[in-house]
């Protein structure tokens, strides 16, 4: 399976801010997707990122708020913008490759 | 009502001891079915991957999937210490690329 690396693997920022956060491949991988897992609920899915084309948000997430970037079938960053404590979560990358989905180890973020 | 629910324990158990991890579904377009383990502060792993119903083993994990009961398991056999993580299952339709998740069941297998 692939492997992935994120970063940062955590950060404490300050309300108003906003923090992007990367992910890169050891493949190339046409589907790339971010989420959100918040203590005690489900992991809940932000965006789909293909090359070349916008990400597609789900309902309730919306681009100004979650900029999404995929320059290339390897690497993806996720903006958090203008945060507030209640964007306080885990946010994981994942792939999809030919064992399945494969995620990244996440980023731990807190907002103050 | 919540399309996937999954117990969210604790389950506590000894070494060696058989566990089940189950999680429901009410949507009936799932066919694919995932079973993954995440440990604190980690990444999901995946450990089991099925279609449609039917039983997979893969050494000490069972998956089984009852798609007309909308039930899907995960059995552990043996269970070691090193098992203690959370257990997300994970399900999607055929042509669909989202998962979706149940919340995760916290299991602790004691000594």
């Known amino acids: 399976s692939a492997v992935i690396s994120q970063k940062p693997s955590r950060d404490i920022c300050q309300r108003g801010t906003s923090l992007t956060i990367q992910c890169q491949v050891d493949?190339?991988?046409?589907?790339m997707f971010w989420y959100r897992q918040q203590p005690g609920q489900s992991l809940t899915l932000i965006a789909t990122?293909?090359?070349?084309?916008?990400?597609?948000?789900e309902s309730g997430f919306v681009i100004d708020k979650f900029p999404i970037s995929r320059p290339n079938l390897t690497f993806s960053t996720l903006t958090v913008s203008n945060m507030s404590p209640e964007d306080s979560s885990i946010y994981l990358c994942?792939?999809?490759?030919?064992?399945?989905?494969?995620f990244g180890s996440g980023t731990r973020l807190t907002v103050v | 009502q919540k399309e996937v629910e999954q117990d969210p324990g604790p389950l506590s158990v000894p070494e060696g001891a058989i566990v089940s991890l189950n999680c429901t579904y009410s949507?009936?377009?799932?066919?694919?079915f995932m079973w993954y383990r995440q440990y604190s502060r980690k990444g999901p792993e995946l450990l089991m991957y099925?279609?449609?119903?039917g039983n997979k083993e893969d050494g000490r994990f069972t998956a089984q999937v009852d798609k007309s009961s909308k039930y899907i398991s995960l059995f552990i056999r043996d269970s070691q210490p090193s098992d203690s993580a959370t257990y997300l299952c994970?399900?999607?339709?055929?042509?669909?690329?989202?998962?979706?998740f149940g919340t995760g069941t916290r299991l602790q297998v004691t000594l």
């Open positions: 994942s792939v999809r490759d030919e064992s399945g989905y494969t």
């Open positions: 493949s190339q991988v046409t589907m």
């Open positions: 990122a293909n090359q070349g084309s916008e990400a597609t948000y």
């Open positions: 949507n009936s377009a799932f066919q694919y």
């Open positions: 099925t279609y449609s119903s």
């Open positions: 994970a399900m999607k339709p055929g042509t669909a690329s989202k998962l979706t």
